[in-house]
C-alpha cells in the first residue's frame, strides 16, 4: 500500500507560479514511476505529466515548456513546478503512483486526495 499526500495549492494570478509537492509512505518510493493528473469543473481528469523510476519525463502539450515534474527519492517526495500558469490550469491536481517503475496505459493503483489550484485572470 502506498500513502499519497499532496500540498501547495492555492490561488495565483494568471503568470504566477506554484509548486506541488505529492509526500509518498508505505512501499520503496524509488520503484515507482509516478504522476500527476487534474480533473477541471465539468472535465475527465487528465494527466499532465509522469516520471519514471529512473527520472525520465514526460508532459501534456498544454503543460510542457511550463511545467516541470522531479523527484526526490531521499525525501520520497514527488514535485511540480508550474511556471507562467494560465486560468485554464485551473483544477484539482492529484499525484498518483504506478505499480512498476515505467509509466504503463494500466492507470496508476495509488492516488492522493487532491489539492486545488486556481488561477485567477
Known amino acids: 500500500q502506498v500513502q499519497l499526500v499532496e500540498s501547495g495549492g492555492g490561488l495565483v494570478q494568471a503568470g504566477g507560479s506554484l509548486r506541488l509537492s505529492c509526500a509518498a509512505s508505505?512501499?520503496?518510493?524509488?520503484?515507482?514511476?509516478m504522476g500527476w493528473f487534474r480533473q477541471a469543473p465539468g472535465k475527465q481528469r487528465e494527466g499532465v505529466a509522469t516520471i519514471t523510476s529512473s527520472g525520465s519525463t514526460a508532459y501534456a502539450d498544454t503543460v510542457k515548456g511550463r511545467f516541470t515534474i522531479s523527484r526526490d527519492n531521499a525525501t520520497d517526495t514527488v514535485y511540480l513546478q508550474m511556471n507562467s500558469l494560465k486560468p485554464e490550469d485551473t483544477a484539482v491536481y492529484f499525484c498518483?503512483?504506478?505499480?512498476?517503475?515505467?509509466?504503463?496505459?494500466?492507470?496508476?493503483?495509488?492516488w492522493g486526495q487532491g489539492t486545488q489550484v486556481t488561477v485567477s485572470s
Open positions: 498518483a503512483a504506478y505499480t512498476m517503475g515505467v509509466v504503463t496505459t494500466t492507470p496508476p493503483r495509488y
Open positions: 508505505g512501499r520503496t518510493f524509488s520503484n515507482y514511476a
